[in-house]
């Protein structure tokens, strides 16, 4: 898969990157940095990388609804629902990526600079994942043993578990958007992050159309099995994965590593937030991650609220999967011939009148549905049009230290958003349309920002031309 040359430094800027000649396609060669790889070559890289996705997305796709559907049956409000799922992950988050990440970006050994931050924390997640699956028996447990209720003996042991959990998971997952950067050729990303979204709603369409009722009365099975699959594929992408040569980090004339946490984090904070631009697309990051997060959150409370059975709820779910599965190859496509930007504001747009239906017009099981199909497809349509934006506009030798600014910023506005969506609907007995309303507001700012940044990208050369800014 992997043959080293004598190319230096990064990867080889492009520009207007075309179509691949799929007639000619096996006569090529595609190079990133050192790495030289042949069709067959491509082949095998995005194999072994879209089989880690799909550890990563039977994990994203089967445990969210598995742990609302735990959470409601133990009885836990709508503010501790959002404080776990909502706020503590990007409370996490906001700590480590950008500590993982940064040190990645300058960070060199045999294995790499990303695969070593991958494969440490796999174990300890897989070990988190059987605390779930054995949180119920733990629950009862500590009912005997001190008294407490069953309810809060539960829930209280699924904090526990839930906490360590998303802190292994983000911790392996700090990097693999850097690791992409650095093995998948520049003029493949946009197809590649087509298939990478393909398998995710794969693993979504599998789960929601065939798993979904059945998992909502089996959670140890679930967690027992998203465990192994999620230790069992990440691990193999690691070892398969090959990185290649890279040359000295950015700052090695003023390397930081033995001037502790603050030097570094000055450096982060002075070159990650210096410039206008980078905080121009940090801004439009954060508001586009909100604004499908309040309906996300809390989407099966309001199928529930509305008269919709788990059955009925699941198979719409694997539906819009299927739309979307077909849709993502040539979002791909779409996004290397004429850039995630445009392909995102387009996608964001789209979403501003989905959510002004829901707002208007969700009463019942019919119009939930319809509200939920064009959820599901469009948020999915944005995220595959964006998911190479921060390849396409980052330095690519901080492409780490950057993409984890913009996590750590949206962070922030998911904790902050969190706290306040769980007290709104607890003081509004669980008006769940609110989390459209709150989505149309949001994806009609992010149209605007996502405007300014391309308006900035125009200027720093645009579409062939655009070179990232240095701090």
């Known amino acids: 898969m992997r043959s080293d040359t004598s190319a230096q430094g990064g990867d080889r800027v492009e520009a207007n990157p075309r179509a691949i000649d799929y007639a000619t396609a096996r006569t090529k060669t595609w190079t990133v940095g050192t790495l030289v790889y042949s069709f067959s070559g491509i082949v095998a890289l995005f194999t072994w990388l879209l089989l880690g996705d799909f550890a990563l997305a039977i994990r994203d796709r089967s445990v969210p609804p598995v742990v609302q559907t735990l959470l409601h ?44 931050f991958m494969l440490v924390p796999t174990p300890v997640a897989f070990l988190a994942m059987v605390g779930l699956a054995y949180c119920p028996s733990i629950g009862e447990a500590l009912h005997r043993w001190l008294g407490y209720s069953l309810n809060a003996s539960v829930l209280a042991s699924f904090s526990v578990f839930w906490t360590l959990f998303e802190v292994a998971v983000i911790a392996a997952g700090a990097v693999i958007g850097g690791l992409i950067n650095d093995v998948v050729p520049g003029r493949l990303l946009g197809r590649f992050f087509g298939l990478f979204r393909a398998v995710s709603l794969g693993a979504g369409i599998i789960f929601n159309r065939w798993f979904f009722s059945w998992a909502q009365s089996h959670f140890f099975e679930v967690f027992m099995t998203v465990g192994v699959i999620f230790a069992g594929g990440f691990t193999l992408m690691c070892f398969m994965v090959r990185e290649g040569e890279y040359p000295p980090p950015v700052d090695d004339a003023n390397d930081l590593r033995g001037r502790g946490f603050l030097a570094a984090a000055k450096v982060y904070f002075h070159e990650c937030f210096k410039l206008s631009h980078y905080r121009w697309i940090f801004a439009s990051g954060l ?19 509305v008269g919709m059975d788990g059955d009925t709820y699941g198979r719409l779910l694997a539906g819009s999967y299927v739309v979307s599965l077909i849709l993502a190859y040539p979002l791909g496509w779409m996004v290397d011939r004429f850039h995630p930007l445009r392909v995102g504001i387009v996608a964001m747009a789209m979403y501003v009148l989905s959510t002004l239906y829901g707002s208007l017009f969700v009463h019942d099981p019919a119009t939930f549905s319809v509200a939920l199909v064009a959820h599901t497809v469009l948020s999915g349509t944005y995220f595959t049009a964006t998911a190479a934006l921060g ?8 492409f780490g230290q950057f993409a984890s ?39 009609l700012m992010s149209v605007l920002l996502l405007s300014v940044v391309y308006r900035n990208y125009l200027r720093l050369g645009g579409h062939g031309g655009y070179v990232p800014p240095e701090p």
């Open 73 to 116: 049956k133990y009885e836990a409000s709508d503010s501790l629902t959002s404080l776990l799922m909502v706020v503590i992950p990007p409370a996490i988050g906001m700590f480590i990526v950008p500590i993982i990440s940064y040190r990645s970006d300058r960070f060199r050994s045999r294995w790499g600079r990303r695969i070593p």
């Open 287 to 305: 508001l586009a991650g909100l604004t499908f997060m309040p309906f996300n959150s809390f989407s099966i409370y309001y199928s529930t609220s």
């Open 391 to 398: 390849q396409a506009l980052f330095p690519k030798l901080r």
């Open 405 to 443: 600014a913009g996590g750590l910023v949206g962070s922030l506005g998911s904790i902050a958003t969190g706290l306040l969506l769980g007290w709104v609907l607890d003081v509004s007995n669980h008006n769940y349309k609110l989390t459209l309303v709150a989505g149309l507001g949001m994806s």
